[in-house]
């Protein structure tokens, strides 16, 4: 009797509910890397986000203000500031202290993550990323703001 070959098993994309599907969801990649940026805005574009570019912290800080963005992709390393100092600006103010943070970095600096939490960041991801594990953190970053955010 012949011995079947089995085909080895397909990794899926993260799937999320009916309510996060990035239609429409706008999403601030706050990165000098163009690479990165390139990609990633590739990424969620495909997924049906409306993603802006910045890629310096005060182009940051004024797009977020400007376009209102459910949530915002953070580097570390900018040119004009730190990403800690930028997220810690970002929430202490009160147009943009409910808008999600996810800080993206290559730091692999023992006290990064605790200091990220510190300075109002949702999620820290260290560089390079896995873009499925990123895009599910966008999804869940995304319900939550919208549970604190519905009415009651």
Same mark, same amino acid.
């Given at each position: 009797?012949?011995v079947?070959q089995?085909s080895p098993?397909?990794l ?6 009916p309510?996060?599907? =990035?239609?429409? #969801? @706008?999403? %601030?990649?706050?990165?000098?890397? &163009?690479s990165?940026?390139? *990609?990633l805005? !590739?990424q %969620?574009?495909q997924?049906?986000?409306v993603?802006s570019l !910045?890629?310096?912290g005060s182009?940051?800080r004024a *797009? ?8 915002i992709i953070? #580097? /570390?390393? /900018? &040119?004009d500031?730190?990403g800690?100092? %930028? $997220?810690?600006?970002l929430a202490?103010d &009160?147009?943009t $202290? ?5 800080l993206?970095?290559?730091?692999? @600096? &023992?006290?990064?993550?605790? @200091?990220?939490r510190a300075?109002? $960041?949702q +999620?820290?991801?260290?560089k390079? +990323?896995d873009? =499925? !594990?990123l %895009?599910?953190?966008i ?6 703001s919208r @549970?604190w955010s519905?009415p /009651?």
């Amino acid at each position: 009797m012949p011995v079947e070959q089995q085909s080895p098993p397909v990794l899926l994309q993260p799937q999320t509910g009916p309510v996060t599907t =990035g239609e429409g #969801d @706008r999403i %601030l990649i706050i990165d000098d890397e &163009p690479s990165i940026v390139s *990609a990633l805005s !590739a990424q %969620l574009q495909q997924q049906g986000f409306v993603v802006s570019l !910045a890629a310096t912290g005060s182009q940051g800080r004024a *797009a977020a203000h400007r376009e209102r963005p459910q949530l915002i992709i953070l #580097d /570390l390393r /900018l &040119p004009d500031i730190d990403g800690f100092t %930028l $997220c810690q600006e970002l929430a202490d103010d &009160p147009n943009t $202290c409910g808008t999600p943070v996810i800080l993206l970095s290559a730091m692999v @600096r &023992p006290d990064i993550i605790r @200091r990220s939490r510190a300075v109002g $960041c949702q +999620y820290f991801v260290r560089k390079p +990323y896995d873009p =499925g !594990a990123l %895009l599910v953190l966008i999804h869940h970053s995304l319900e939550e703001s919208r @549970r604190w955010s519905a009415p /009651l």
